[in-house]
C-alpha cells in the first residue's frame, strides 16, 4: 500500500445547535423560572445564581470548542460555538438590566396566568359602594416584596397629595402604607414593589 492510496477521513463540517440551544434555553428558563417561583428567596439566591453559572460554564466550553474548531478549519462549527459566549458576553456587559429583562417578562407572566384567579378574588370583595382595592402579595425578601395590585380607581399611580382620603384610608392598612412603585398591568392592574 502506497501512501497516495491512503485518506484521511475528516468528520464532516456540521453546524453544532447545542450552543444556540444554550444561548437561548437559559433566558428561558429564567423567565418561566420566574413565572413559577417570583420572588422567592431561594430562587433568587440559589435557582437565579446556579442557572447563570451552568450559562457561563457552557459559554466557557463553547469557546473552548470553537478554537479548537479553528485550529480544525471547521468554520461553520467554529461560528456555531462562538455563538454561545458572544450572547454571554452582551448580557455581562450589563447584567442587572438583563436579570431585570427577564424578570419583568415572568412576572407578567405570572400575573396572566394567575388573573383569572385575581378577577374572582375581586369580584368576590364586599360592595362598600367605594372603588376596590386589593394587594396580592407575591412575597419576596424579610426587606421587600412585590405582588400585584387591583386599584379601580387607579389612584395608585398619582402623586401622594393627589390620591383621596377615601384611597389612602383603604390602603391604610395593606403594604401601600409603607411606600411602593407601581407599573400598570392593564385592567386596574398593577406590579408593586412593596419596601416592606
Not at 453544532?16 to 428561558?28: D, H, S, T
Not at 440559589?46 to 478549519?73: E, H, T, Y
Not at 364586599?126 to 425578601?141: E, I
Request: proline share 8%; aromatic share 12%; hydrophobic share 50%.
Amino acid at each position: 500500500m502506497t501512501t497516495g492510496d491512503t485518506a484521511i477521513v475528516q468528520p464532516p463540517d456540521r453546524i453544532i445547535r447545542w450552543p444556540l440551544v444554550v444561548a437561548m434555553g437559559i433566558p428561558v428558563a429564567l423567565i418561566l423560572c420566574d413565572a413559577v417561583f417570583g420572588p422567592d428567596v431561594l430562587y433568587v439566591v440559589i435557582g437565579q445564581p446556579v442557572l447563570l453559572l451552568l450559562w457561563c460554564g457552557a459559554a466557557i466550553g463553547a469557546l473552548v470548542a470553537g478554537v479548537i474548531s479553528i485550529r480544525q478549519q471547521a468554520w461553520p462549527r467554529a461560528i456555531a460555538y462562538f455563538l454561545l459566549p458572544a450572547v454571554v458576553l452582551i448580557h455581562a456587559l450589563a447584567p442587572w438590566g438583563f436579570i431585570r429583562f427577564y424578570d419583568a417578562l415572568g412576572d407578567r407572566m405570572h400575573f396572566q396566568i394567575m388573573r383569572p384567579h385575581y378577577l374572582a378574588v375581586v369580584k368576590s370583595l364586599a360592595d362598600t359602594k367605594q372603588p376596590k382595592l386589593a394587594v396580592f402579595n407575591w412575597g419576596g425578601m424579610s426587606f421587600a416584596s412585590q405582588g400585584i395590585v387591583y386599584d379601580e380607581s387607579d389612584e395608585i399611580t398619582r402623586p401622594r397629595q393627589k390620591q383621596s382620603p377615601g384611597w389612602k384610608a383603604r390602603a391604610h392598612n395593606t403594604e401601600l402604607s409603607c411606600g411602593y412603585g407601581a407599573t400598570p398591568m392593564g385592567g386596574h392592574f398593577y406590579l408593586a414593589q412593596f419596601p416592606c
